[in-house]
């Protein structure tokens, strides 16, 4: 049986040390990888509620108005809810970037659809109706609005919208909000 000198025992502690230290940043690497998979898992079902709240709530909304019709006065009365619950949804989801809980591709995505429904007859005259009697309220979509639906809201300056004061004092215990990415 040889003996293994010091200095070779040296080297192969320092080889193992070496070793000990790659797989410790490799194991941190992959529970960073695994952190941020589940993260984007968590947005992902998040805005997946909200677009599944958007069909639902869309199946409330006489198709008419979806296809560019104007709706009669009763039946633009009787649909002022279901169009209330959709101005709603949409100022919503605006808030939701604005807090930055909504990835870039999902905003570019529902503004168009948003920018879209305002303009269908019935929707602009709901949402006309709706300005007119809310007062304030509804902020981030009057902002988006006026900057004709161009722009960011995560990069709004938060004073720049009307109600964001008022929204940030009531406490929203409607949904867990996740981070986004």
Request: with cysteine.
């Amino acid at each position: 049986m040889e003996c293994v000198s010091s200095d070779t025992m040296d080297q192969i502690l320092s080889v193992i040390g070496a070793a000990a230290s790659v797989a410790t940043a490799v194991g941190v690497f992959f529970a960073w990888f695994q952190l941020m998979s589940t993260k984007n898992q968590a947005i992902t079902d998040f805005e997946d509620d909200l677009a599944r709240e958007y069909r639902e709530l869309t199946q409330t909304i006489p198709v008419p108005a979806f296809l560019g019709k104007e709706l009669g006065d009763a039946d633009a009365a009787d649909a002022l809810p279901a169009f209330y619950r959709y101005v709603d949804l949409s100022n919503e989801q605006i808030f939701l970037r604005q807090q930055g809980r909504i990835r870039e591709e999902t905003w570019r995505n529902w503004v168009v659809g948003i920018k879209t429904n305002l303009a269908r007859p019935a929707f602009r005259a709901a949402w006309e109706q709706i300005k007119q009697e809310s007062d304030s309220d509804f902020g981030e979509l009057r902002k988006l609005e006026g900057d004709s639906f161009q722009g960011d809201p995560l990069r709004w300056d938060i004073k720049s919208v009307p109600s964001h004061n008022q929204r940030l004092q009531e406490p929203d215990n409607s949904r867990n909000l996740p981070a986004s990415a």
